[in-house]
């Protein structure tokens, strides 16, 4: 069987925990030491080189030191590929934001002669190109079991893919939506070509929603509203509720809808005005949305905005819109796979916690 270099390095604790992962989903992988010797670990932290060239300067270990560990697969070339690439996209989702610092390579096989195998990581992976592509998340971990969780289900990894995408596409960090920042972006562009690619990010965002099944079934027959108020359709209602609690959804939680500035956004029918607690009503207009009206206000984008002709409303999209649309996805992506607000920290304690002798 084949051996596919990953390009995925881990901080040296936490390769059994990875491992054990691994073992519950069937994947044969195995670590070495990092040959780009990249970054070096301590107790408190990490630092990474940014160029080969500078390796030199980086030094030799030190006391209490250690260099990354690097994730070998197994499989043959397209299953390899399928993991690698499954569990970069996963990752990105649990940021949410993509680093753009890092390509998103498929795997590079190993051969078994030890000295082909020393010459590819002496010679060529410390080289400019390949050094670049080994990467360290220290929230990895969590895309790691994003993606094991996903893998048994073909639809949930297509979500996770077409989010991932639509990341990539367009995004703006997750910080920069704080409420403390207020309005940071631009809400509109001129231009035709951001109008097309916050459209194709929309697109993405809620096609992955659909992976899930969790988009609004209604139709002609059974309508969404039962009136001009707006309210809920019981049986439209029953229906996505139903779904959200067989994937274990807390249908109590809610969903910020971030608004942001003068009010010249998008106006999403119905317009809640359920201001979240933190909003200001002035900069920050944020609004508290439940899960199906959520899921609504991105099915609204998609179908009169985004999926179709492009119409007077298209200029009036922008990133915030875009951001929307995905965090509704990220939340229930990340939610299928039981890990949403779940970080390194909190896996490697639940972890220990399963495997502690009792």
């Not at 690097?70 to 990105?92: D, P, S, Y």
């Not at 993509?98 to 020393?118: C, H, L, T």
Request: glycine share 6%; charged share 25%; with cysteine.
């Amino acid at each position: 069987m084949p051996v596919f270099c990953s390009f995925l390095v881990f901080e040296p604790m936490q390769t059994e925990m990875v491992a054990s992962l691994c073992r519950r989903v069937g994947w044969k992988v195995s670590f070495i030491s990092d040959p780009s010797k990249r970054f070096k670990f301590y107790n408190n932290g990490y630092s990474e080189v940014s160029q080969p060239d500078a390796l030199a300067e980086f030094g030799a270990l030190g006391e209490g030191e250690n260099h990354g560990q690097l994730l070998m697969v197994e499989a043959e070339r397209t299953e390899a590929n399928n993991i690698i690439q499954l569990i970069r996209a996963a990752e990105l989702i649990v940021e949410g934001f993509p680093d753009q610092k890092y390509a998103n390579p498929s795997g590079f096989e190993i051969p078994d002669d030890s000295a082909v195998r020393a010459s590819i990581f002496a010679d060529l992976f410390r080289t400019t190109g390949f050094f670049e592509l080994f990467s360290f998340n220290m929230e990895r971990p969590v895309g790691f079991a994003v993606a094991a969780n996903a893998w048994s289900d073909r639809r949930t990894v297509y979500a996770i893919h077409k989010l991932a995408k639509s990341y990539e596409t367009e995004a703006i960090t997750p910080w920069s939506a704080h409420p403390r920042y207020g309005q940071i972006f631009e809400k509109h562009s001129g231009e035709f070509s951001d109008h097309v690619r916050s459209s194709i990010a929309i697109n993405l965002a809620f096609s992955a929603i659909e992976e899930l099944d969790l988009q609004i079934n209604s139709s002609r027959e059974k309508p969404r509203w039962l009136d001009k108020d707006y309210t809920w359709n019981p049986r439209v209602l029953k229906d996505i509720t139903s779904r959200l609690e067989k994937m274990g959804i807390d249908l109590n939680r809610t969903i910020d809808w971030i608004a942001r500035g003068d009010e010249t956004e998008l106006a999403i029918q119905p317009a809640r005005d359920q201001f979240s607690a933190y909003a200001d009503g002035q900069v920050v207009r944020d609004i508290e949305l439940s899960i199906p009206d959520a899921i609504h206000a991105c099915s609204y984008l998609r179908n009169f905005v985004t999926a179709h002709a492009f119409g007077k409303e298209t200029p009036r999209l922008g990133p915030y819109e875009v951001y929307n649309v995905q965090q509704v996805a990220r939340f229930l992506v990340l939610s299928k796979c039981g890990l949403f607000n779940v970080w390194t920290h909190d896996l490697s304690e639940w972890m220990d916690f399963q495997f502690r002798p009792s």
